[in-house]
């Protein structure tokens, strides 16, 4: 009845950007088994030592990138004209599409806790025209019972649909707050890969076992119709995560995820000559035309 564990994850400590510390969950190794999405970077530190270098200017093209801090505050810019802050209980949406370039500079707080996901987008979909969105808390709909409260940035639960959706991947993005001995169930097209990460707490995602994880602890679900995670004594904070499976060749060249060795060639040619970007804009022109003189 509900999904058995295909294989559990932790990930390995390691650092991005300018030196952030933080833990890759799952990456370019991993494919297919989390088609659609390609990597999760998960950050919690309380020292800003671990994070305050933040991601300078860099290229993206070919897919979305999901943060989604809990806790933490993050200023960002991008080659499109936006410029903004994400703050506690927040997310940032972006479609890289046919090419961006932007920063992300995490600022010094009591704590960072939070992730940042890479949704392939497919073939159809890798050109087209960048978008990028903040979503408040007050946009994220949130279900709360006496067992437990569901955040939703992407999908539905329990008649409450997430400001994200997309037609090619189908995401379903949710943070869940489970109390003790409470259980979580979700039904989802059985053909959909899924996965959870738990961030805090200990929890049970094994239907056949009462095996309870400590965190940090992800769990990858084989098919199924239904998923079920339980707590015992102690209550569980995690992230669910699940969509529909893209299946088309793809070729990784750090911030650029395409189809073929051809379009990441024909983007650092584009990088190089300085026409990666389609559409600038003139709020930032100048921060994305110092990248290329850089370059």
């Known amino acids: 009845m509900y999904r058995k564990v295909k294989k559990y994850f932790e990930g390995r400590e ?57 806790k933490g505050e993050i200023n960002h810019c991008d080659s499109i004209g936006n ?102 169930i979700f039904e989802l097209p059985a053909e959909f890969n899924a996965y959870a990460f738990l961030i805090r707490g200990q929890a049970n995602f094994d239907p056949e076992n009462e095996e309870f994880k400590n965190y940090p602890q992800g769990v990858l679900y084989k098919k199924g119709k239904k998923i079920r995670v339980n707590t015992d004594k102690n209550s569980a904070r995690f992230l669910f995560l699940a969509g529909k499976k893209i299946e088309e060749p793809v070729a990784w060249g750090g911030p650029i995820v395409m189809n073929t060795k051809e379009e990441l060639e024909a983007a650092s040619r584009e990088l190089d000559n300085g026409t990666f970007i389609k559409n600038k804009k003139e709020k930032n022109i100048d921060q994305v035309n110092e990248f290329y003189q850089e370059d």
């Open 83 to 184: 410029q903004g802050v994400i703050k506690d209980g927040q997310c940032q949406w972006m479609t890289a599409g046919s090419g961006i370039l932007h920063q992300e500079l995490p600022q010094p707080s009591p704590e960072m806790l939070g992730v940042q996901v890479w949704l392939n987008l497919a073939a159809d979909n890798k050109m087209t025209e960048p978008q990028y969105g903040d979503i408040t808390a007050d946009m994220i709909p949130v279900y709360e019972d006496q067992d437990k409260k569901v955040h939703i940035i992407a999908g539905e639960f329990a008649g409450l649909s997430g400001e994200i959706q997309r037609t090619d991947t189908k995401p379903t993005f949710f943070d869940v707050e489970l109390n003790s001995e409470s259980e979580f």
């Open 14 to 70: 390691t650092q991005d950007g300018a030196g952030v510390k933080l833990r890759r969950c799952f990456g370019y190794h991993q494919i297919p088994d989390f088609d659609p999405f390609l990597m999760m970077d998960f950050f919690d530190s309380t020292n800003p030592e671990d994070y305050r270098k933040g991601f300078p200017w860099h290229p993206h093209r070919g897919i979305e990138t999901v943060t989604y801090l809990i």
